[in-house]
């Protein structure tokens, strides 16, 4: 085996198993955790993609920002001296079935399809181009992206803030 | 390691996320499954941007996915907490006030 799949290896083990424990555990704080070995993951997998940039953004904004909500969501809706956050799961079978069958069916599709074989993208410092393309040809999204969180934040706050007692 | 390894390895994300998704009863787990599916989208579209036409359009698109995300975290959170607030609980199906 090349040391690259032994690389990519390990990484698709550490990324499905941990999101196997995210969606297995009984543990709210055990799913939380396993979720940061799951971002990390692929943060590794993005790197071996040759995808810098979206690697480190990956870190940045999953693990430092969306995993910290996450947990702030899990305390904020418990009482803290409620040690053991039980989290319920309800009609496992029928979800099993459903999710095995579409993993099969990805998979088949995955699998069996004659994918277009481009040229492919050489492994190359990204950051560079990805300024450039938004600055340029993707402004408008860019510009809708970021009017999008600035909206998103202001109604997070707007909907948690306890009304004023007038 | 080609396309399809990536493909079944976002596939197992997202049929992870979906089981996540459908199977359990709190809301900050939901979201969890939620960001599983995220992120299995996004393995793609890298891939895709890696093995395809070669340009960059895929991970512009991954670094929208990411927008997306970190806004529907910070709102959908802000709604666990007023449901928290109003039912003392984090559980969808306790959700049911708007039942007539």
């Known amino acids: 085996m090349s040391p690259e799949a032994a690389v990519f290896y390990a990484l698709a083990a550490l990324t499905v198993g941990s999101a196997a424990v995210v969606v297995l555990a009984r543990s709210l704080i055990y799913s939380a955790f396993a979720l940061l070995f799951t971002f990390v993951g692929v943060a590794g997998l993005y790197l071996m993609l040759g995808a810098d940039f979206l690697a480190a953004t990956q870190l940045l904004i999953y693990v430092g920002g969306i995993l910290v909500l996450l947990l702030f969501g899990v305390m904020l809706t418990h009482k803290l001296y409620d040690l053991d956050l039980r989290s319920e799961v309800t009609q496992f079978l029928p979800g099993a079935i459903v999710a095995a069958g579409l993993f099969a069916i990805l998979a088949l599709t995955a699998w069996q399809t004659e994918w277009a074989g481009g040229a492919g993208r050489a492994p190359a410092a990204t950051t560079r181009d990805i300024g450039q393309l938004f600055m340029g040809r993707y402004l408008l999204p860019f510009e809708a992206a970021s009017i999008l969180l600035l909206v998103a934040l202001m109604g997070a706050a707007m909907i948690v803030r306890r009304k004023p007692s007038a | ?100």
Do not use: C, W
Request: cysteine-free.
């Open chain 2, 1 to 100: 390691m080609t396309l399809q390894h990536y493909l079944l390895v976002s596939a197992a994300l997202f049929a992870l996320g979906v089981l996540g998704l459908l199977t359990r009863r709190n809301a900050v787990n939901v979201l969890m499954g939620i960001e599983l599916i995220l992120n299995s989208a996004n393995l793609n579209l890298v891939a895709f941007s890696r093995f395809g036409t070669g340009n960059l359009e895929g991970q512009l698109f991954a670094v929208f996915v990411i927008v997306i995300a970190a806004a529907e975290v910070a709102v959908a959170l802000a709604i666990v907490l007023t449901l928290y607030r109003l039912r003392r609980t984090p559980n969808l199906d306790e959700a049911d006030i708007l039942k007539g």
